[in-house]
């Protein structure tokens, strides 16, 4: 079976800094993505790491570790429209598994 | 404008009746996909089809059906609708089968009485 974890839920401040982690155990292994999804909206694409690092895009950055089975969303200088779901999503062979996703509150 | 398109928006409808939902890119991509996102929020894959050809067919119940007239199009019809399909249904879509980014379209909100 395929097996992604993520924390349900977490909070911070408006301007803080927040890692939101992902762990794996997958039949296969053939890229990472993360995803933000508002409420009531479709999911979108934020990064996609294949290759062990980190992988920076404006404000969010994205690490992977292969061996760990391991990978971290990170979400600098928050802003209250970051308040979303992210999903970690690992694709094996030729699809995508989610995990059921970590729910992000910014507070004032 | 819109790069991936369902419809309908939201649906509502009683037990064991059949329904369809559309679904139409115009991205120029060869694949498409159906996901399904329980009340938990879980998104899990249903469908894939690449230029037509069904690729990705997980245990979902044959009451539903998947049906790609061309490659810009994904329809899926249920049918014998139960109290456990209301969920929100996605439509997705890919340049190919081992492209990296999908893009989502706005979602079908399934809900059975």
């Known amino acids: 079976g395929q097996n992604i974890d993520q924390p349900t839920e977490m909070t911070a401040t408006e301007g803080a800094i927040v890692q939101i982690n992902c762990t794996y155990q997958?039949?296969?292994?053939?890229?990472l993505f993360w995803y933000q999804q508002h409420a009531g909206e479709a999911p979108t694409f934020l990064s996609y790491n294949v290759l062990d690092g980190l992988e920076e895009k404006g404000r969010f950055s994205s690490f992977l570790s292969r061996s760990k089975g391991y990978s971290y969303l990170l979400l600098k200088e928050l802003q209250m429209k970051d308040s979303a779901s992210y999903l970690c999503?690992?694709?094996?062979?030729?699809?995508?598994?989610f995990g059921t996703g970590t729910r992000l509150l910014v507070s004032p | 404008d819109t790069a991936v398109s369902q419809t309908p928006k939201y649906l509502v409808t009683q037990m064991g009746n059949d329904k369809s939902i559309k679904c139409e890119q115009n991205l120029g991509h060869d694949t498409m996909y159906w996901y399904k996102q329980d009340s938990k929020k879980f998104l899990k894959i249903m469908f894939s089809?690449?230029?037509?050809?069904?690729?990705i067919n997980e245990t979902v119940p044959n009451r539903f059906s998947p049906k790609s007239p061309d490659k810009a199009h994904l329809n899926l019809h249920i049918n014998s609708l139960e109290l456990g399909d209301s969920a929100v249904y996605f439509c997705a879509s890919s340049q190919g089968a081992q492209e990296e980014t999908q893009y989502f379209g706005p979602g079908t909100r399934l809900l059975v009485l």
């Open positions: 089809y690449n230029n037509k050809e069904l690729i």
């Open positions: 999503a690992v694709r094996v062979f030729q699809k995508l598994v």
């Open positions: 997958t039949s296969g292994f053939n890229g």
